[in-house]
């Protein structure tokens, strides 16, 4: 099994380079990839813990150590923020690995300061025309009149089929 785990590591390893790359090459976003919590940290029986420690271990190192190639993403560090408190934030002892509302609190939690301590900035242009300017503004207008339309015209469609399914009943 261990054999197998760490082949699965390594694909993992390469196709994490290659999707975050491919993410990056269509979007000028900010990739947050974060890291995986050990829900076994408190598990009794040593070997079982320790080899999933081990393992979990192996992936965080690839996400961490791939943050600054091609890949150029950011990492939320879940690992740490859960770690020692797996018994509280996760299912573990009914046997599900997922999160509880506490965990899924925390690794919110985490994302968000992980987003918040990145620098982000925007770029504005200033027109050497001002007439060019005049009219990227016009179109802007109509742009958000379209927008603002097509919501309501979304929001109209909702209610109506809200209401004929209500009245099926």
Known sequence: LGTEIDERLSTFEANLTQIAVQINAKSDG???IQTLYNPFEDFEQAQVKNFVREKILA????????KNDDAKYIVADVYSKL???????????QMDIHPNQAGHDAISECVDK???????????????NPAQSNRVQKD?????????????????????A????????
């Open 140 to 160: 802007d207008r109509n742009e958000y009149i379209f927008i603002l339309f097509s919501g309501i015209a979304a929001a109209f469609l909702i209610v109506v």
């Open 114 to 128: 992980t987003i918040r301590t990145e620098r982000y900035y925007y770029h504005y242009d200033v027109m050497a």
């Open 30 to 32: 900010v990739l947050v």
């Open 83 to 93: 770690t020692g408190s797996a018994e509280k934030m996760t299912r573990i002892k």
């Open 162 to 169: 809200f209401l004929r399914f209500r009245t099926r009943k």
């Open 59 to 66: 992936l965080n190192s690839s996400i961490e150590s791939h």
